[in-house]
């Protein structure tokens, strides 16, 4: 009989390391998940490229036509007559150290060229889900807790009808109507030509430009936001905590605001973390329609050619943010729901 109190004790003493193994160790995996991802890209890229048509070669000499002697001359400057095991050699090292080659067409440094693309990227994609983000969760939430009305079935309607639209259609839609036929917006790219005097306006003009660009991606993006946030309220709607919170006396907006939205946060914070990289990815097609001047214009540009370099370096750097928000999705759900660090 005294034995069995010790024994109690012992398995409680045990527990918290295990439980803290079995975190390091669910950290570890997801790392090496998405280090395992990353590799399979820099492979992918490598290949992938070296199947389109066209010679980068004739593409630079197009406008002053050279013999085979030159033009043998240039692809052996660029290492393109190298068997294709070499080449694969030295683009792995490259890599590792951090070199993604130098571009065929601007003859600068990939990483220099994507590093002064990755601002106008960055600031398209972070105000279109900012905005997307507030509006899904928003119109999710209410939509659910007025369940089959009918502002219920014009959000969902029309949130569903947004994002089966295809981007670039909806784009030149956008272009065609508010900067051809309102002459509202500008009808391309960040900043007006010759620039604005002042800080202010400078800021003012890149937000006129801003705003077409952003809400087309804001239009196809926001209704899975919309519809996560709902399927989880509806979830949540019938659950006693809820009733308790009536039964205390609470009005509607305060029980959906304070007791049923928080519980119902944690799927659609999950996706949002997932979706940020396939956003900056989905960027190519908004940024092609606007010429508005971040990676997803400069890969459209690159494939014209093809620019094998700099289309690597800019699907590796579009690719990681995608595993990065992956593996940080996976654990921000670890960290923020108990069950998972339970299981």
Known sequence: MSDLPMTAVATDLAEPPRRGRGS???????????LVSVGLIVVLGF????VLPGDPVRWMTRDRPGNAEQLARLRAEFGLDRPLPAQFVDYLADVARGDLGTSYVYNRPVTEIILGRLGPT???TGSALVVAVALGLWLGSRAAWRHGSVFDRIATGTALVLWSVPTFWLGLIALMVFAVGLDLFPTGGMTSPGGVDGFLPAVLDVAHHLVLP?????????AQYLMVMR?????????????TARAKGLREDLVRRRHAVPNALLPTITI???????VVAGAVTVETVFSWPGLGLLTYQALAVPDIPLLQGTLITLSVAVVLMNVLADLGYRLLDPRVRAS
């Open 24 to 34: 390091a160790a669910f950290v570890l995996r997801t790392l090496g998940g998405g």
């Open 47 to 50: 290949f992938l490229f070296r």
């Open 122 to 124: 960055v600031l398209l």
């Open 214 to 222: 952003c809400l087309t991606m804001v239009a196809v993006v926001y």
């Open 231 to 243: 399927s989880s309220l509806l979830e949540e709607m019938a659950a006693d905590y809820l009733t």
């Open 272 to 278: 949002i973390f997932l979706h940020v990289g396939l």
